[in-house]
């Protein structure tokens, strides 16, 4: 922990590898934030349906 | 005004019924009603009636993770701020040197990135959907000013943390910020003035930007979604609170 981190070169890109991570997590917590069914109220759709 | 509070029966809110010079009998509900306060009052009542300040139905685009994002920056900014007052009133002897300092230092820092990554996933949402749409463009702009202030107030955090790395960052902040002509205005080295900024001018404005910018997503609505099958030929743009 109280040693500097790994840095990835790549021509201009300088990056530390736990900025990399966490913006790869960022990406994938968006990606499956799309695609993942959003949890709605059973009963309130029923009480829509009723109306 | 009520009957009630006539001459002496103590100090009134207002003069009126108290049947100073100048003031009408008859007229008390229309002197009411004119001035700034009730312009204001009713311009605000057009934009955000209160009862749908809170509302209990929402449209269904509503139900999306990409508004839980937003939702969790809010949540992370209470524990920054929560934390934050007790790492203010302890000092920085207490944070550098306890168990219960390190304990709030940590929760302090964890939860300003908590704010950052979920703000920037909101960001990215309301980009890819376009959430300055209809009429959105103000509470886009507002949340841009936010997350430009959100960065200055985290940088002047990692100048006070009373560190080498502090020193660090500070010294070679100092090189790029007088390098844009800002350093005799914002002296990141001045221990002072980025506590100050710190602890005070700038969680202020963030806290008051954040009420704004709540209050603008209530009083037009969430966007609805690019190509909703269901939005109104009419060109209608409001969807606060229309369940559907």
Known sequence: MNSPAPYLHWGF???????????AVMVLLFVVALIAPFPHNAAKHRDDDNE | MSEASGAGSGPGPLPSAAGSPGSSSTGSSAVRDKGWTAALRGRLDGRLPLEEVLPTRQPAFVGSWVYVFGVVTIAALVWVLVSGCVLAFMGSAWWHTSNLGHFFNSIHFWSVQMFFIFMVLHLWGQYWGAGWRDGRAKTWMVGVVLFLVSIVTAFTGYLIQQNFDSQWIAVNAKDAINATGLGGFFNVLNFGQM????VMLFPIALTLLVVLHIVQVRSRGVVR???????PASGESVSRGAPR
């Open chain 1, 13 to 23: 890109i300088l990056i530390s590898l736990p900025n990399l991570l966490l913006i």
């Open chain 2, 195 to 198: 506590y100050g900024i710190h």
């Open chain 2, 225 to 231: 979604p690019i190509g909703d099958p269901y939005a």
